[in-house]
């Protein structure tokens, strides 16, 4: 998730290099806020429109709980550009690591229950997946994990622990291959309007995964260059 953190900081900077010569840093920065603060403010109204639509089909909660952990997920991002403190830019980088797996676990029970259920969870296999969760969410938020109890705001974008960073990447992209291959195996079986939607589902969601990795991985290597 670390990676990912720092692609999207660092692209929202984007909007500040372009300013530098034209307007001061802060303005710059107050634009990155409010279009961080946008994005937030629409992932929790997407997310309210799904549940409303159907307050009891677990599709619809899961797939509404994900969007709104989303949205707090950003503004945890806002935190870490705009605290001064070190032990809040701390508090704000752990809970992007926090939220960041909460995210992909929703994710993979929305595909879980997405339209049907493609197989059924035996007590084993809840059992390790909610052990594995806390595990991670365990790290994520304990000070001296993922991310140290205080973190100079010269370090605010690259603030993890590499060790726990590996474990905590492998448990994100375990459950992403988990979600995209339950969503793939009810592709084969649907047809008509539903697998046309389920396709549609797939795109939407592999698409910012997929592009984010891609960017984090180049903007790891420009970094080591």
Same mark, same amino acid.
């Given at each position: 998730?670390?990676?990912? $953190?720092?692609?999207?900081? %660092?692209?929202?900077?984007?909007?500040?290099?372009?300013?530098?010569?034209? =307007?001061?840093?802060?303005?710059?920065?107050?634009?990155?806020?409010? *279009?961080?603060?946008?994005?937030?403010?629409?992932?929790?109204?997407?997310?309210?429109?799904?549940?409303?639509?159907?307050?009891?089909?677990?599709? $619809?909660?899961?797939?509404?709980?994900?969007?709104?952990?989303?949205?707090?997920?950003?503004?945890? *991002?806002?935190?870490?550009?705009?605290?001064?403190?070190?032990?809040?830019?701390?508090?704000?980088?752990?809970?992007?690591?926090?939220?960041?797996?909460?995210?992909?676990?929703?994710?993979?029970?929305?595909?879980?229950?997405?339209?049907?259920?493609?197989?059924?969870?035996?007590?084993?296999?809840?059992?390790?997946?909610?052990?594995?969760?806390?595990?991670?969410?365990?790290?994520?938020?304990?000070?001296?994990?993922?991310?140290?109890?205080?973190?100079?705001?010269?370090?605010?974008?690259?603030?993890?622990?590499?060790?726990?960073?590996?474990?905590? =990447?492998?448990?994100?992209?375990?459950?992403?291959?988990?979600?995209?291959? $339950?969503?793939?195996?009810?592709?084969?079986?649907?047809?008509?309007?539903?697998?046309?939607?389920?396709? %549609?589902?797939?795109?939407?969601?592999?698409?910012? !995964?997929?592009?984010? !990795?891609?960017?984090?991985?180049?903007?790891?290597?420009? $970094?080591?260059?």
């Amino acid at each position: 998730m670390g990676v990912i $953190n720092r692609l999207l900081l %660092q692209f929202m900077d984007i909007p500040q290099k372009i300013f530098t010569f034209t =307007t001061p840093d802060i303005s710059a920065s107050l634009m990155i806020i409010i *279009l961080l603060g946008i994005v937030a403010l629409m992932c929790l109204a997407l997310a309210w429109r799904t549940w409303t639509s159907n307050r009891r089909h677990p599709t $619809n909660i899961f797939y509404a709980v994900t969007i709104c952990i989303v949205a707090l997920w950003v503004f945890s *991002l806002i935190g870490i550009r705009v605290a001064t403190d070190p032990a809040h830019i701390s508090l704000s980088a752990r809970m992007s690591y926090f939220f960041g797996a909460l995210i992909v676990f929703f994710f993979y029970l929305f595909t879980y229950h997405f339209s049907y259920k493609a197989f059924i969870f035996t007590k084993r296999q809840y059992t390790g997946l909610f052990l594995a969760t806390t595990f991670i969410l365990f790290i994520s938020l304990v000070p001296g994990f993922a991310v140290p109890g205080v973190v100079l705001s010269e370090d605010r974008f690259d603030p993890e622990n590499a060790f726990w960073n590996v474990v905590f =990447t492998i448990y994100y992209i375990a459950l992403i291959v988990l979600s995209f291959w $339950n969503l793939w195996i009810k592709s084969k079986i649907m047809d008509g309007i539903w697998r046309r939607r389920l396709r %549609q589902v797939i795109i939407a969601t592999s698409a910012p !995964f997929v592009t984010g !990795f891609v960017f984090s991985c180049s903007f790891c290597l420009s $970094n080591s260059n």
